[in-house]
């Protein structure tokens, strides 16, 4: 016959075992869903960003800032010749 105090042990250690379980399973995908939310959010703010810089450069000097390579759109103006 097993000895009663050995089953309490044994019974709070697999109920430990499965909690953890649970908690591993609630814990893991709520982590990895807050780094994929913080990271669209940054993404986002990263463009709305950009996106005020060109507004606003827009409507200091009426036209748009080539910001990469040579021959930009039409009516773009390269950042070096810009004054502020």
Request: contains cysteine; glycine residues 8%; hydrophobic residues 50%.
């Amino acid at each position: 016959m097993l000895n009663p105090a050995l089953n309490r042990r044994s019974v709070s250690r697999s109920s430990a075992i499965c909690t953890i379980a649970l908690l591993l399973a609630v814990a893991l995908p709520a982590v990895m869903g807050y780094n994929w939310l913080t990271r669209s959010n940054r993404v986002l703010t990263t463009k709305l960003d950009a996106f005020a810089f060109e507004l606003l450069n827009f409507l200091l000097i009426g036209r748009t800032l080539q910001t990469a390579g040579r021959g930009g759109r039409p009516g773009t103006v390269p950042l070096a010749a810009v004054n502020y």
